[in-house]
């Protein structure tokens, strides 16, 4: 075997560029063994390589001592076989992300009005200067004014690019700041192997061919292998064949193993035979990266998403069809489809723009229409002239004008900022969020979070330290308050228990001496377990000799501990044929099986169900009640002469057990978690503790973190009982029985993984409160998957956390903490309070420059704002203002109000009384300088001027105010719940400062030395300070406004409303189909683009998550499912499993091949909740 240079000389393989001469077997032979499945893969391991050793050898690597991690040969193992590394999409250029900015609808009709008036102004027909054509030409002074007429035009168009170059600018830095993000996801990612004899951590992307891996309950494979030797395995390998039972992995079986597939059971070890490019999930990849290049050859053909692209569109609309042609041309963007329902804001925000650009829409048309009857009446009828050719351009000049003028209402109708605010206050709150231990995956997560009703937690390691030891012991009939000295313990239990400890334990869980002097030692591996070696060395032993003595190869049968188990029984053969078999679990399970009992001379005696009863009632709930964890450790002799059991029928292996000891473990609560709860329930946020832990424990728990308080009438309830509350006589969890129970539940104890997801399920489903539950979980085992993505929020655990719930979770602790989780509340309702404070802002601008343009245009044929001074008014000063607004850091004092809730409006009766207030003032002004202020001034008037005339100081007087009243306006919009003192805390925040500053600079700028472009003139110093005074009169006018009670304004509506209870009810219905917002069926193009930007962000996580695909047997070719209704199954299906991150698209929808049929509609699903 080990002289294969016959069948591989290696200067062949050299001329191939196939480095493979060193190994006794190429990447393409590992490739075909990787495509074969249980039955066939053995057969061929034993024709071609003997047994999985044989293929170790060819890979020239130890199956116990792993690969030496000398630098040359990895760096060989490399260019032979590849790196475990699948390289990410190519991210879109600059200008990719300029030409999108530039489809937004507004932008596109000012370009075209602007190179319309461009043409005309340059355009100048003969002979029309005469009168003949009215009042049209008369103004025009002199021939330098009318060549001026270009600058109008050219202004819009310039002010067209700033805008398109900010939104293009934001866009990129957002896609850079997510893939340092997602990079940095990846690199925490690390995987345990065998290397010289070492088991050492490693990054993933370190991992070669060849390396031994060590896999255990809740991986997620990095690279595909093969079992060396397993424990129990059992792997969920939904996200690659769509099949939702759980695969059992055994030598003899099945003994592939694929990359990007869950451990769900059991633990092993297995050869890495195929890393990056190269494994299955790589191997899909390509195929996808292929179909996409396809894609791009036949640009006019009908689109399949290949894969994992969704952008949002208005489904069954026109735009679709033409948005279809202009994405073709791009590589197109991958959003994963969720189940999830749209964020709520996202909701709220999409329906308000919805309202507000109709709006729009209809005051421009009138004002056009308004503007060209006034012209056509006043010219042909009241003159009585004639429409003559000559005349014709000038008339043109005068229709552009107008529409000019529409547009303008238009643009500043319609609030661009929004989702700009949204984007930036989102990915500042994610920045900052970073610092406070939390890493968000999904971005609306975190503005979820400012809605959360209920908190559904984890004790063990979110509140409780997670560093377990050992305090109290029942051993030899003795109940020892205190470790016991192994001198009180008869040798002969001492031995027994200290070898069951040592052997029946994950030997990957250690204790390690403490990193810095006086430290604590270190716990690796399952705390629970490390607890118990904790006792092994406190009774003056060592486990690892014993370990060394029976290493995992010699373990005969391994019952790996799970959630309905409860327990972990690892079974020896002895020398004489007969097996000895070690249990520990919870102690009210494992002794329900024990028969006897070890006393104090070490010998078994009988133990009845009478005694089990009073050992409960003495130890057990002394000890829970103490907030402890009780273990019990057992074992149970079978004899040669009784022959082999049938290791299968568990029941019957495991019972007739002796009791060794009983332990009580502590875990003690964080010291900054009651704290914490408090703060929650001030907040108005129920925390609900949900623990596989024993009643009395849990419930001594919740008592010390302040989860329930003496004398209240909290329920705590066990699993069992909880069950037999909420199901019927079938067995079915009715929901009025839930809602019986769940809003006085504060603590779940024994509980198992279904009953958390049935009760998150049954809270989010409840229609009991006026408003529906928003329901935050936190979660670390792979158990916990389905309840983390059933939830509004999933946490998950960064430290002790499996990969697994790292997938399906929207957040990821980064220490584990439960405090931490509170600052998420705050980050969240900061993001919500950031976005009404713009809203308020941004509405008032609009409201009092749509009925200035409007009023204005139909009294005086003139906007007084000009079409470049509105953009300046709208565009720039609203995304300035979106950054000033958007990143107000969070106080604790957003901890002191109740959640919102999903329906409470956008913009609440406060905030209405805000905007009116304000815009009264501002529009009394506005026209009191407009129809008054030549006097006040002294100054000329500008109304009716003629159509190339100089700026008039007039006009500029009113700009100046408007923009003045604006920036002083931006200092109300800081507080929206009606608080008199608008500065405070105005200094924690330099951003806003620099904002309102460099707003006021450019503004003076623009005024001074705008000139023609802007239609500004010089303003005197005295007119300046008037400008500037009637600005700050807007803070005074702020005051007063803020001393009428709201309540006494019953008439004022609130808007942007969430979706309705009946709404909800509906989508429920229609969960299985599209859960398309309707206000979404609405969109029009334009719009549509200001929401893709926020689904840009949405990740495109890991391949691996990105399918529930399927990969077929034969290499290169893809599976097609013939029709859409087994595509419609799968998707129902697919939404069932707990696989990795999204649910909604399974093996057919995700790859469909540009041959083949469209997605279905579930993946056709808008929703934006995918990462």
Known sequence: MANNTADHPPGNSVAEGNHDGDFGVTVADLRDLMELRSGEAVNKIQETYGDVQGICRRLKTSPIEGLSGNPVDLEKRHTSFGKNFIPPKKAKTFLQLVWEALQDVTLIILEIAAIISLGLSIFHPPGGDGEACGQAAGGVEDE??????WIEGAAILFSVIIVVLVTAFNDWSKEKQFRGLQSRIEQEQKFTVIRKGQVIQIPVAEIVVGDIAQIK????????????QGNDLKIDESSLTGESDQVRKSLEKDPMLLSGTHVMEGSGRMVVSAVG????TGIIFTLLGASENDEEKKVKKTKTQDG??????????????????????????????????????????????????????????VTVIILILYFVIDTF???????????????IQYFVKFFIIGVTVLVVAVPEGLPLAVTISLAYSV???????NLVRHLDACETMGNATAICSDKTGTLTMNRMTVVQAYIGDTHYKTVPEPEAIKPETLEIMVNSISINSAYTTKILP?????????QVGNKTECALLGLVLGVKRDYQPIRDEIPEEKLYKVYTFNSSRKSMSTVLKNADGGFRMYSKGASEIVLRKCSRILDDQGQPRVFKPKDRDEMVRKVIEPMACDGLRTI??????????????????????????????VVGIEDPVRPEVPEAITKCQRAGITVRMVTGDNINTARAIATKCGIIQPGEDFICLEGKEFNQQIRNDKGEVEQERLDKVWPKLRVLARSSPTDKHTLVKGIIDSTVGETRQVVAVTGDGTNDGPALKKADVGFAMGIAGTDVAKEASDIILTDDNFTSIVKAVMWGRNVYDSISKFLQFQLTVNVVAVIVAFTGACITQDSPLKAVQMLWVNLIMDTLASLALATEPPTESLLLRKPYGRNKPLISRTMMKNILGHAVYQLIIIFTLLFAGENFFDIDSGRNAPLHSPPSEHYTIVFNVFVMMQLFNEINARKIHGERNVFEGIYRNPIFCSVVLGTFALQIIIVQFGGKPFSCTALTIDQWLWCVFIGVGELLWGQLISAIPTHHLKFLKEAGHGTTKEEIHEEELTEGADEIDHAEMELRRGQILWFRGLNRIQTQMDVVYTFQTGQAPVPGALRRQPSVVSQHNDATAAKTLSSPTHVGLSASSSLTNSAGAPPPAAAASSSTAGN
């Open 632 to 661: 019990c450790v057992a074992y149970r002799d079978f004899p040669a002469e009784a022959g082999e059991p049938d290791w299968d029928s568990e029941n019957d292996i495991l019972s007739d057990l002796t009791c060794i000891a």
């Open 514 to 522: 403490p990193e810095k002097e006086g430290g604590l030692p270190r």
């Open 431 to 437: 920045k900052k969020m970073m610092k406070d231990n």
């Open 144 to 149: 330098g004014e009318a060549q001026a007429g």
């Open 217 to 228: 309950y809740g991986d997620l494979l990095p690279a595909d292998g093969i079992l060396i």
């Open 381 to 395: 009828g009241v003159q009585g002239r004639s429409w003559t050719s000559e005349c014709t351009p000038v008339y």
């Open 277 to 280: 490019l190269n494994s299955q």
């Open 308 to 365: 994992i692209a969704l952008e949002i569109q208005p489904l069954k609309s026109e735009d679709a069809a033409e948005s279809e042609e202009k994405e073709e041309a791009k590589p197109v963007k991958k959003v994963n489809v969720t189940k999830k329902e749209k964020s709520v804001l996202q909701g709220k925000l999409t329906r308000l723009a919805v309202q507000i650009g109709k709006a729009g829409l209809i005051m421009s048309a």
